[in-house]
T-cell receptor
């Protein structure tokens, strides 16, 4: 049972444009959501997070939007830069009960010059 | 990766041998998590530990796998009698507090079982 889904395995965006990565979840107990970026042969690097009491969080070029009614979140990167090319993972956790992160399958983002 | 250290970075074992993976969390973090990533998949939770306690091991296989986080020293993930299906990247993460706190990941240990 895949509780966190990233339905796009890959995304290609031109440099300078906006990149939008999407994530859907099924467990209504999730109340904290994170995006991680991962390069090959490295560990995931934390990008940005959002609590379920908010619907938007912004940090520089990165903005995360949360739509609780649709159980959907998205990561916007603007403007996209070549160094943004990586695999992006969406993750969720529930403060009640286990503290584990549940990850999506990842989306490979390629920024074209 | 915010100071989480893992070693070794690469580990090769033959079937039936033991694998020991080590993780030193960020200084001051007392919560450690282990995740496994199979090729082309996302990370899957294995176990959550605090100092000297296993809090949640619901993602860990019941046999051959064990984890500890002693009062002194790193957290250890131990795999006994490894099989080829254990080949994966194993990541450790730490956080200062459990709920709604960001987990910071180490670089991972890539285990290859021949």
């Amino acid at each position: 049972d895949q509780q966190v889904k990233q339905n796009s395995p890959s995304l290609s965006v031109q440099e300078g444009r906006i990149s939008i990565l999407n994530c859907d979840y099924t467990n209504s107990m999730f109340d904290y959501f994170l995006w991680y970026k991962k390069y090959p042969a490295e560990g995931p690097t934390f990008l940005i997070s959002i609590s379920s009491i908010k619907d938007k969080n912004e940090d520089g070029r990165f903005t995360v939007f949360l739509n609780k009614s649709a159980k959907h979140l998205s990561l916007h990167i603007v403007p996209s830069q070549p160094g943004d090319s990586a695999v992006y993972f969406c993750a969720a956790s529930a403060s009640q009960g286990a503290q584990k992160l549940v990850f999506g399958q990842g989306t490979r983002l390629t920024i074209n010059p | 990766n915010a100071g989480v250290m893992q070693n070794p970075r690469h580990l090769v074992r033959r079937r039936g041998q033991e694998a020991r993976l080590r993780c030193s969390p960020v200084k001051g973090h007392s919560h450690v998590y282990w995740y496994r990533q199979l090729p082309e998949e996302g990370l899957k939770f294995m176990v959550y530990l605090q100092k000297e306690n296993i809090i949640d091991e619901s993602g860990m296989p019941k046999e051959r796998f064990s984890a500890e986080f002693p009062k002194e020293g790193p957290s250890i993930l131990r795999i006994q009698q490894v099989v080829r299906g254990d080949s994966a990247a194993y990541f450790c993460a730490s956080s200062p507090l459990p709920a709604q706190e960001t987990q910071y990941f180490g670089p991972g240990t890539r285990l290859l079982v021949l």
